[in-house]
């Protein structure tokens, strides 16, 4: 699963930054302490602290806060962190984009659900089911690239 969300954000950041309207998006870096490494690869470490949410940016302007998650049909509300529910507030408050990206594998389809209706419609112990309301798809733009800038558009 780790290999496919790291490949599923490269999307994401491809798609981001690949866009006709002025945006600009950064990943997340992971703050992690290195411990031993070989090479490129770090073999052990930990987390000095929490990470941000993964992507953040600004699209036409508007400030844009994302948090991407991969599941095979639902994503458990638990894996979406407290801390990471806390920053989307705060975006989603101070009048930015808040969002959770999900890629259910075995549908191959990328969803999204603003933090207003994650906030509204989904509690500890829930799960968020592709065919739930409240979420809404981001189609292929290619097979590279997925049509965020229609979804930030609907969105505004």
């Known amino acids: 699963m780790k290999n496919k969300g790291i490949r599923f954000e490269e999307r994401i950041l491809r798609s981001l930054n690949n866009m006709t309207v002025p945006s600009h998006f950064i990943k997340s870096p992971t703050p992690v302490s290195v411990q031993e490494s070989l090479g490129n690869r770090?073999?052990?470490?930990?987390?000095?602290?929490?990470?941000?949410?993964?992507?953040?940016?600004?699209?036409?302007g508007k400030f844009v806060l994302i948090e991407a998650k991969v599941t095979s049909e639902r994503l458990n509300y638990s894996r979406v962190k407290t801390h990471q529910m806390s920053s989307l507030?705060?975006?989603?408050?101070?009048?930015?984009?808040?969002?959770?990206?999900?890629?259910?594998?075995?549908?191959n389809k990328v969803m999204a659900i603003d933090y207003k209706d994650m906030k509204k419609n989904y509690k500890k112990g829930t799960s968020i089911k592709i065919n739930d309301?409240?979420?809404?798809?981001?189609?292929?733009?290619?097979?590279?690239f997925l049509d965020f800038e229609s979804y930030f558009n609907n969105y505004i």
């Open 42 to 60: 770090i073999t052990k470490g930990y987390y000095k602290e929490s990470a941000l949410n993964d992507f953040v940016g600004s699209y036409n």
């Open 89 to 107: 507030e705060s975006a989603y408050e101070s009048n930015g984009m808040a969002l959770i990206v999900i890629f259910f594998q075995k549908d």
């Open 133 to 144: 309301e409240s979420l809404r798809e981001i189609k292929n733009k290619s097979p590279v």
